[in-house]
């Protein structure tokens, strides 16, 4: 059976999420490098330890290939001695790790246990809770900045596309619609602008989804391409 997050990760990417996506995994993975020289090395950057082995030099660029493309990443240079993340050295990035942290962040907010279990099949298990949960808090910031960002120009072509994933409420297991709205605007570029999760048939879901994309600067829209529910339908006809 297919990987539930990994098939939202692949949605998201065919619908013009690429670019954003790479730029969250680079930040993930740039801040978990710093977390782990942290801890190896007993000492924020710029603190005062007694306990500090040596001091932070910088940093050396290092692509890595991965399914969502190559990413440009800043490896911590050391004054003293070396330092190689482990998951470079063997390959060890679990993209089904990896892709949970994406799914959870875009959808929930990202937990601790998520990016956590990221970190340990990275092979870095000296980590800390608080050092994962900064990680987490610039991970939601990010996606909700992206989320949130002002529409810009004329947007002539819309896609609403659903997919329904598996999330955690309240204990249990569900399966919930998200919604992903795709537009492209008059240069020809294609685009992510909103996600929203709610009953994907009811006219007041829509309406007040699409209300919140006009109301973030979405313009000139000539045709839209969905589903052909009688809630959507009536709720495109209202606000476009």
Not at 36 to 54: F, G, K, L, Y
Not at 80 to 87: A, C, D, L, V
Not at 91 to 99: G, T, Y
Request: net charge neutral; hydrophobic share 40%; charged share 25%.
């Amino acid at each position: 059976m297919a990987d539930n997050s990994m098939t939202f990760s692949n949605t998201l990417m065919q619908l013009g999420g690429e670019d954003f996506l790479r730029e969250l995994t680079e930040f993930m993975l740039n801040r978990i490098m710093d977390a782990d020289v942290t801890q190896r090395i007993n000492a924020e950057p710029h603190e005062r330890s007694d306990e500090r082995e040596t001091y932070r030099n910088g940093y050396r660029d290092r692509q890595f290939n991965t399914r969502l493309g190559t990413l440009d990443l800043r490896i911590p240079k050391l004054r003293e001695g070396s330092y190689f993340p482990s998951f470079l050295e063997a390959r060890r990035l679990s993209e089904k790790a990896l892709n949970a942290v994406i799914q959870e962040a875009w959808i929930n907010g990202v937990a601790t246990r998520k990016v956590d279990a990221l970190v340990q099949s990275m092979g870095m298990t000296g980590i800390s809770r608080s050092q994962v949960s900064s990680i987490c808090r610039g991970i939601d910031e990010r996606v909700q900045a992206f989320m949130q960002r002002p529409l810009e120009g004329e947007w002539p072509y819309l896609w609403l596309e659903a997919t329904y994933v598996k999330v955690r409420r309240n204990g249990r297991v569900v399966s919930v619609a998200v919604i992903i709205a795709c537009a492209v605007n008059s240069d020809g570029r294609r685009e992510i602008i909103g996600m929203g999760i709610g009953e994907s048939e009811a006219k007041a879901f829509w309406l007040a989804f699409l209300l919140s994309l006009k109301e973030r600067g979405l313009e000139g829209v000539k045709l839209v391409i969905s589903d052909s529910h009688s809630g959507l339908k009536a709720a495109i006809q209202q606000v476009f």
